[in-house]
C-alpha cells in the first residue's frame, strides 16, 4: 500500500510563522520500510501522527492506497501505529492487548485465539500470553505492541521512535530482528526516528526533515554520498567542515583542490564536508609546508584509529583511519601530516550559520 | 551475642546522626503531635460515643429506633443514593472532556467545577430556593403544576449534588491528565469507537481513583449540612437528614438522642475510611504481587531468533 501525503501544513497554537510541518510531500513505497529522519523539533512524528489521523493538517492530503484519508478517522484508517511509550493497555494481559483490535472487530472467538497465539510467537513471546505489561522488560513491551499493532492486518505500519527508550544493546538486535519481521511481513512501514544510523541501516527509503520541512529525500545512499545542502551533509554520518573560498573556479580543501559549486563566484566563501572515513593521514612527501596539519591527538576505538588534526587553515578534523594503515605511518601527536580527502561536498556557506 | 548487640548499637547511632535531632527534641515533637491529634481529633470522636452511650445501651438504641431518626436514616441513604450515581457520570463526562480535549471555554469549565468548593454551602443551597423557592424564577411555573421542590426531598437531593460534584470529577481529571491519552489512541488506531475506548479502557485505567471520589462523595452526601439546611424546612420524618435530625435533637437537650444519632455518622465516616483503606491496600497489593511473579520468572527469554510464523 503506498502511502502519499501532499503539502501537508500542521500548526500548533497560535503561532504563525513557525510551522510543526510546512508543505511536506512524499510518498511511501509499498513493502519498503521509510524512514523520517531528523533532529528534535523536525516534525517527524507530528507528520506520523497525521498519517494515523491521530492529528488533522491545517493543509494537504493524505492518501492510502491511492483514497484520500484526510478526513478519515484513526478508528477506519487500518494502520498498525507502535508508539514511542508502547502505550500498552496497563489492566490487560499480553494476550487481551494484542486481541483488543480483532476482539473491537468481533472476530470469532477461536480465530483470536488462533491469531494471538500465532503473533506471540511471531513476536517471541510464546509464553507470556499471560503477562501483564508491567512485568515485562522494555525490549518485549516493545514487541507486544507491535503485534497488536499487526493484529489488525494493517495496511500500514506506524513506529513512532520504536527504539527510542531501549537501552543499545536491546536497540541492536531489535533492529535485527525488525528487518527479519518486515521481510517476513511485507508489510509498508513507516518509521520515525532520530537515530540517522537506524535509518541507514534499516530503511530503502529515508525522508529527511528539518525545521518542519523535507532537507532531502531518497534513498540511504543517495542521502549520504550525494547530501543536497550542508544540512543533510553534517546530518547525516558525521562531516568534518572545513572552511575555504572559491578560487579560479577551485576551492582549496587541505592538500586537495575542489572543483567549485555551480554558479559560485571567485572569491565566494565556501564550505567543504569531509567524511572522517575520506580522509587519509600521510608522511609529508614534497608538500608544500603551509599545507601541512599537525597530528593533535591519538584514540583508538576497536580496529580503528581517530586522528585529530589541526590544519594549517586552523580547523580541526577528525580522520578515521583503519589501525594497520596508521600503525604502518609511526607517527605520533606533533609531528606534522599532510590530509588528502577522497571525497570532499562544497556548499557555498550560507551566512545563516 | 555481643556482637549482635554492637552491630545495633552502631546502626541505632548512624540513624541517630542521619536524623541529626537530639532524643529529646524528637520527643518532645513526637508527645506535641499526638497532644494534637488528642485534643483535635481522638477527643471529640470519643466524646460522641460517650456521650452517646452514657445512659446505656438500651436508651442509645431506642433514640436510633425513634420514626424520626429512623425517616432521617432513610433520607441520607435516599440522597446519598442518588447524588453520587449522578456525580459518577457528571465527574466521568467533565473529566474525560476536560482531560482528553482541548477546546475553547476549558479553564472555564474546570472553574465551574471547583464552583462548589469555593462558595459557601449556605448560598449553595439558597441559590436552590432563589431558583425553585415558592417567589423563586421557577415558583410561579412550580406550584402551578403542583410540583414541590424546596422543602422537599428533590431540593435536598439537587443542593446535596450541587455541594458534591467536584469530588468525583476532580479526582478523576487529576487521575486522567497524569495518564495521559496514549492508551486512548493506540484503542483509536485499533479500530475502537469512543464508547469502546471509555467502556474497556479509560475507565479500567481510573478505577482506583473512580473508587476514591466515590467514597469521598458518599461521605460528603451522608454529611452534608448546610447546603441541605436551607433547602429542607426540617419537617420532621419527611425532610429531615441525619444532620439535621442531630440538630434538632441537640436543641430539644435530647442528648441521648443527637449524640446517637451523630455516633452513626462518625461510624459511617469510619467505614468509609476503612473501606478508602481496603480500595488502597487491594489496589497496591495486587501491582506487589504482579510485582513479585515477573521476579520470579526473571530469567526471562531476551534471545531474539526467527523462527516466528507469518501473520
Redesign the interface.
Known sequence: MTVRVENIVKRFGQSSESAAVADVSFEAQPKAITTLLGPSGSGKSTLLRLIAGLETPDQGRVFIDGKDVTTLSPQHRNVGFVFQSYALFKHMTVADNVAFGMKIRRLPKAQVHKRVADLLALVQLPEYGGRFPSQLSGGQRQRVALARALAIEPQVLLLDEPFGALDTQVRLELREWLISLHEQTGITTILVTHDQEEALELSQHIVLLNQGRVAQAGSPHDLYDQPADEFVASFLGGANVIKSRVSDGEAKVGTQSVPAPAGAREGTPVQAFVRPHNMRVRRPNGDNPVDLGKIERLTRVGGYVKVYVSLPSGESVVVLMAKGDLDALHVEPGDPVAVDMVDAKVFVQSYSI | MSGIVTQRAGSAQRRETQVGESLLVRVLLILLALAFLGVFLVAPLATVFVSAFSKGVGPYFAALAQDDTVDAIWLTLLTAGIAVPLNVVFGIAAAWLISKYDFWGKSLLITVVDLPFSVSPVISGLIFVLLFGARGWFGPWLTEHDIKIIFAVPGIVMATTFVTFPLVARELIAVMQAQGS??E?????????GP?ILW??TL??VRWGLLYGVILCNARAMGEFGAVSVVSGHVRGLTNTLPLQVEILYNEYNFVGAFAVASLLSALALVTLCVKKIAEWAASSR?AK??A??RA?AP???????E????
Open positions: 496514549d492508551e489512541e493506540a484503542a483509536l488506531t485499533l479500530g475502537a469507537s469502546q474497556r479502557i479500567p485505567k501491582q504482579r510485582d511473579s515477573s520468572l526471562v527469554q531476551n534471545a531474539v531468533s526467527l516466528g510464523v507469518v501473520p
